[in-house]
């Protein structure tokens, strides 16, 4: 006997691509099968082949796999763990990650990792090219985790922010920032800016603006947002949100 589909199902589909803005729903993503990983597959969501200046996805890692081997790929790459753990190391530093620990490996910096649990680990994954800034050094690896990140409050009005690699160093070409919202609330005015944006919900759901549309985003959807993609975001439901935001910071126009 079939599953029972009740009728609409097969045709519904909350997926969608635009010129500048893409929502993402994890039950369409596909995983890729990479060269240089083994029992690893990753679901990109974002690529320069979106027209996106950076690379985004989720990896999933199955126990034993990881990187086929150590590897400079020339790109800078941030890890954040959402389930299972993950061992990464940046050249010579290395840590044993669980949900909520992230890594960040510049440019030129050896980066390998290992899932040794006995569960299958995902992590949220992004990678660029850095763009130098003159006159500072690179920056350094930096390992973490959003549970001893200060939350910092936005005035009284139930938002919090957490700057999981900080917010004032120029070094730095990209923030990735926890954003949180308890019920109810928004953001003072409808954004518009230079920056592009790889948005992951990780708890809750709310109504997401991008250009002249509203979009119902739920636990575990992805947004891109490319530069200049008017948003806006309410939190919906009776528990609080947050979302992990990739934003591209820092540097002057090519
Ligand atoms: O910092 C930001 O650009 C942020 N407020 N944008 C967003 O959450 N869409
Ligand atoms: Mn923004």
């Known amino acids: 006997m079939p599953a029972f589909v009740p009728p609409g199902v097969i045709g519904h589909n909350r997926s969608l691509f635009a010129r500048n803005y893409a929502i993402l729903p994890p039950d369409g993503?596909?995983?890729?099968?990479?060269?240089?990983?083994?029992?690893?597959q990753v679901y990109y969501q974002?690529?320069?082949?979106?027209?996106?200046?950076?690379?985004?996805g989720t990896l999933e890692v199955f126990p034993g796999g990881g990187t086929a081997a150590p590897r400079d790929d020339g790109y800078e790459h941030f890890l954040y763990v959402q389930s299972g753990t993950?061992?990464?190391?940046?050249?010579?530093?290395?840590?044993s990650l669980a949900p909520g620990g992230f890594a960040y490996v510049p440019a030129g910096t050896v980066l390998s990792f290992v899932n040794k649990g006995a569960e299958a680990s995902r992590s949220i994954w992004i990678k660029r090219r850095y763009v130098p800034a003159p006159g500072q050094d690179a920056?350094?690896?930096?390992?973490?985790?959003?549970d001893t990140t200060p939350r910092t409050t936005v005035d009284d009005s139930g938002r919090w922010r957490q700057y999981l690699l900080g917010t004032a160093d120029v070094s730095m070409d990209f923030e990735m920032n926890v954003m949180g919202f308890a019920p109810g609330t928004h953001f003072h005015c409808v954004?518009?800016?230079?920056?592009?944006?790889?948005?992951?919900?990780?708890?809750?759901?709310?109504?997401?603006?991008?250009?002249?549309?509203?979009?119902?985003?739920?636990?575990?959807?992805?947004?891109?947002?490319?530069?200049?993609?008017?948003?806006?975001?309410?939190?919906?439901?009776?528990?609080g949100a947050a979302y992990l935001l990739y934003k591209d910071v820092n540097r002057d126009v090519e």
Request: glycine share 12%; proline share 7%; net charge negative.
């Open 191 to 239: 954004e518009t800016h230079i920056f592009e944006h790889g948005l992951v919900m990780l708890e809750g759901q709310g109504l997401q603006l991008l250009d002249r549309d509203w979009h119902e985003l739920w636990t575990g959807d992805f947004v891109w947002m490319g530069s200049f993609v008017p948003q806006q975001f309410y939190c919906t439901g009776w528990e």
């Open 46 to 56: 974002a690529t320069p082949l979106m027209g996106a200046r950076f690379a985004q």
């Open 86 to 95: 993950l061992e990464i190391a940046a050249g010579r530093e290395s840590a």
């Open 139 to 146: 920056p350094a690896p930096r390992f973490g985790s959003r």
């Open 29 to 40: 993503m596909f995983p890729s099968l990479l060269p240089g990983l083994r029992n690893a």
